[in-house]
């Protein structure tokens, strides 16, 4: 964690401690910046990996115990993560708002993009978070009665802003028929529709066209969702649930993405006996297909 | 006379911003920089509000909580969170502990604070 404090002392002092840089401000400073942030983060993982990844037992059950203890120590090194994090957010935002004298336009154009990169890490502790406390457990927890399309429809609402800011249209079908509730792990279930609406507006360009729908499919459930978006290459298909893979195009936007999304989404389908796949054309956009069982 | 807000936090830097921001709309601020000296300066009266991290050296800002319910005398002196923990099981355990609101960190602005004090304080 040494390494990770430093690092984050750092970038803190950097940003904050000598606002007479900001006047020669160049994106090598943010570069800098960000790749202070993503060492971090990469030395919170090798400590995660190191310390707090205890082994499942052969026959594949976990062990409660050691999964909690796991989960406490995760949730702990995120806390420590976020916190300078938070700090780092509040600080930017009050500078950006002239709290502390008016600042040129130069000045804040650059400060947003280091406010931009800064909540990117914050949703990167996230998903380690995320990722950590999947790996070693491919079963579920916390399971209860889910009403899927009410789970959809909150992730939905949750994306408005976002939408509204591209004006990207969203159509959400439901059957007429309300579904029947199922038994899931609701938090990851969100966290899996979270990252597919995620994605399509990330990646569809603005003006463009989300269309989703959830439906009963015989003993199943299926979420269907389909975007006008930048879609994936070819030659890249294979490689999309992998860990920390992006895809070419994708990066070339300019987006951030931790290549996380998917490999979690994937993982928390699994361990619920789902299906995920997608068809895709470069340029046209993507359709991601989810199936999960009623029991 | 201005409304006293006691922000406890032990992050120093964190509590400058607060303090600032809030101090500039007029408030006059108390700073705590542990649980303990924070129910020291509740107990000891004349705050209006209490901005309250949760993770704090020695005790949690969750038993800082209770002990200002415990409290007949300061008991009725509104408690905002504002805490790193965004965990529901966490956000449900300050709101039934008594807190008026539970604000995260990470997904606030200072306006907003800012906005909330101002609505708890009406």
Redesign the interface.
């Known amino acids: 964690m040494k390494a990770t404090n430093i690092a984050i002392t750092f970038l803190?002092l950097l940003v904050?401690l000598e606002p007479f840089a900001f006047y020669n401000f160049g994106i090598s400073t943010v570069y800098l910046i960000t790749i202070l942030i993503l060492c971090s983060v990469f030395f919170l993982y090798i400590e995660i990996k190191k310390t707090g990844a205890p082994k499942t037992s052969s026959d594949g059950l976990s062990k409660p115990k050691e999964e909690q203890k796991k989960v406490e120590f995760v949730?702990l090194a995120v806390?420590q993560l976020?916190?300078?994090?938070?700090?780092i957010?509040?600080?930017l935002?009050?500078f950006i708002?002239d709290?502390f004298g008016k600042i040129s336009d130069e000045q804040k154009d650059i400060l947003k993009k280091i406010y931009k990169k800064n909540d990117t890490m914050?949703s990167l502790v996230d998903s380690l978070l995320n990722v950590a406390m999947l790996e070693d457990t491919k079963n579920v927890y916390g399971k209860s009665t889910v009403y899927i399309e009410d789970l959809i429809q909150s992730v939905i609402n949750s994306c408005q802003e976002e939408l509204k800011g591209k004006a990207i249209e969203l159509e959400f079908k439901k059957p007429e028929e309300r579904l029947p509730g199922m038994i899931l792990d609701e938090?990851k279930m969100k966290l899996v529709f979270q990252n597919l609406f995620d994605n399509a507006i990330k990646y569809t360009p603005a003006g463009g066209k989300i269309k989703a729908s959830v439906s009963l499919k015989g003993r199943e459930i299926e979420f269907v969702i389909h975007d006008s978006g930048i879609g994936i290459p070819e030659n890249q298909k294979d490689q999309m649930f992998t860990k920390f893979f992006r895809g070419r195009n994708a990066a070339r936007t300019g987006v951030d993405g931790s290549g996380l999304g998917l490999f979690i989404t994937k993982s928390i389908i699994d361990a619920h006996r789902g299906k995920i796949w997608f068809e895709s054309k470069e340029n046209e956009g993507t359709t991601f297909y989810v199936t999960l069982p009623l029991e | 006379m201005a409304k006293n807000i006691l922000i406890v936090e032990d992050d120093d830097f964190f509590r400058e911003l607060i303090s600032k921001r809030l101090s500039s709309e007029g408030y006059d601020i108390s700073e705590a920089i542990d649980g303990e000296q924070g129910i020291e300066k509740i107990n000891e009266g004349g705050i209006d509000l209490i901005i309250l991290d949760i993770l704090l050296p020695g005790i949690d800002g969750f038993e800082v909580l209770s002990k200002i319910k415990e409290n007949p005398a300061v008991s009725s002196t509104p408690v905002v969170i504002l805490s790193n923990l965004g965990q529901k099981e966490e956000v449900e355990k300050g709101m039934n502990l008594g807190a008026t609101d539970y604000l995260i960190k990470a997904q606030v602005t200072s306006d907003e604070i800012v906005n909330k004090v101002k609505s708890v304080l009406k």
């Open positions: 803190a904050v949730s806390h976020r916190a300078p994090l938070s700090t957010k509040m600080s935002e009050m708002g709290e914050i938090k």
